[in-house]
């Protein structure tokens, strides 16, 4: 059983900033990737970045590339993503998830535990 628990969401206005942080415990598999995932109002749940917690190899949506920074504190057993320049559509609750396996991947089912979620909101 892993345990996610993300913090440090808020509302902050266009163009402001905010760090998320996925804290991780539990039985972690020896190699494993963790992603943050993201869920707007009436709209699916889309993936945007995940890191590998071995050897750090970082993927992003399209979308964030350039604006949001995944990394990770390995002796803390926390991830990060911090969002800078955020945009009005950036505003959904924000997940982070564990995956067995050091291969990356982009699709929800490939992740077997999730966070609860971070609200994050940025006003126009």
């Known amino acids: 059983q892993v345990q996610l628990v993300e913090s440090g969401g808020g509302l902050v206005q266009a163009g402001g900033s905010l760090r ?3 804290a991780t415990s539990g039985r ?3 190699s494993y ?3 943050w995932f993201r869920q707007a109002p009436g709209k699916e749940r889309e993936f945007v970045a995940s890191i590998s917690w071995i050897g750090g190899t970082t993927y992003y949506a399209d979308s964030v590339k350039g604006r949001f920074t995944i990394s990770r504190d390995n002796a803390k057993n926390t991830m990060y993503l911090q969002m800078s320049n955020l945009e009005p559509e950036d505003t959904a609750v924000y997940y982070c998830a564990h995956k067995k396996g050091p291969a990356a991947s982009t699709h929800l089912p490939a992740y077997d535990y999730w966070g609860q979620g971070t609200q994050v909101t ?3």
């Open 28 to 30: 972690t598999s020896s």
């Open 33 to 35: 990737v963790l992603g």
């Open 122 to 124: 940025v006003s126009s």
């Open 20 to 22: 998320l942080s996925c």
